[in-house]
């Protein structure tokens, strides 16, 4: 089936700290691959996503890589600020047309100043 | 404007009871969703409903009752509320079925508390 691991939290970093969320996922074919961000209190947003193999997602300086051969979609910042603390989650959409997203658990990241 | 709202945002309420949490899209979206976010914040897609028609129904009991009136709304009736329904429930939306690559637009989240 279609599944979605990353990396367990709690992350916490300084500001201006390089970050890393590591995402792997199972599915078969080409699925498409999301970042979601739920900051304190909201609902998820759309971080980024990329829709076939090697297809760079990218915003607020954020940045994942679809990789196709090692199954992985890492989320990565040069440098945090304190206003990017949330918790992420990976996410893919199975190919063939179903709009079923499937979840990782969730990284929940702090960024202290 | 809001794209995606429900109502209300907190629900508090005794076992056995029956509830309904709301949601509206504005978006002109045609496919809405309900998802389910535990309290170690994992999130599991309940239903699917595209153009009206629901299209996904995961393994939920029968006491979830998704109500589609016209596309751009979605509500979730509970019967016989247990305390393992609490939980954060999300209400989102896309534009299209048949687009595996389209964005969901989630609304805030209403938190369910079974006492």
């Known amino acids: 089936g279609n599944s979605v691991t990353q990396m367990e939290g709690p992350v916490t970093l300084s500001e201006e700290a390089f970050l890393t969320i590591n995402c792997t996922y199972t599915a078969t074919g080409y699925p498409s691959l999301f970042w979601y961000v739920q900051y304190p209190g909201e609902g998820l947003q759309l971080l980024l996503k990329a829709t076939k193999a090697d297809d760079k997602g990218s915003n607020k300086g954020f940045e994942a890589t679809y990789r196709k051969e090692t199954t992985s979609f890492h989320l990565e910042k040069g440098s945090v600020q304190v206003s990017d603390s949330a918790v992420y989650f990976c996410a893919l959409s199975p190919q063939g047309g179903s709009e079923k997203l499937v979840f990782g658990k969730g990284t929940k990241l702090t960024v202290n100043p | 404007d809001t794209a995606v709202s429900q109502t209300p945002k907190y629900l508090v309420t005794q076992m056995g009871n029956d509830k309904s949490i709301k949601c509206e899209q504005n978006l002109g979206h045609d496919t809405m969703y309900w998802y389910k976010q535990d309290s170690k914040k994992f999130l599991k897609i309940m239903f699917s409903?595209?153009?009206?028609?629901?299209?996904i129904n995961e393994t939920v009991p029968n006491r979830f009752s998704p109500k589609s009136p016209d596309k751009a709304h979605l509500n979730l009736h509970i019967n016989s509320l247990e305390l393992g329904d609490s939980a954060v429930y999300f209400c989102a939306s896309s534009r299209a079925s048949g687009g595996s690559s389209d964005t969901q637009y989630f609304g805030p989240g209403t938190r369910l508390t079974v006492l």
């Open positions: 409903y595209n153009n009206k028609e629901l299209i």
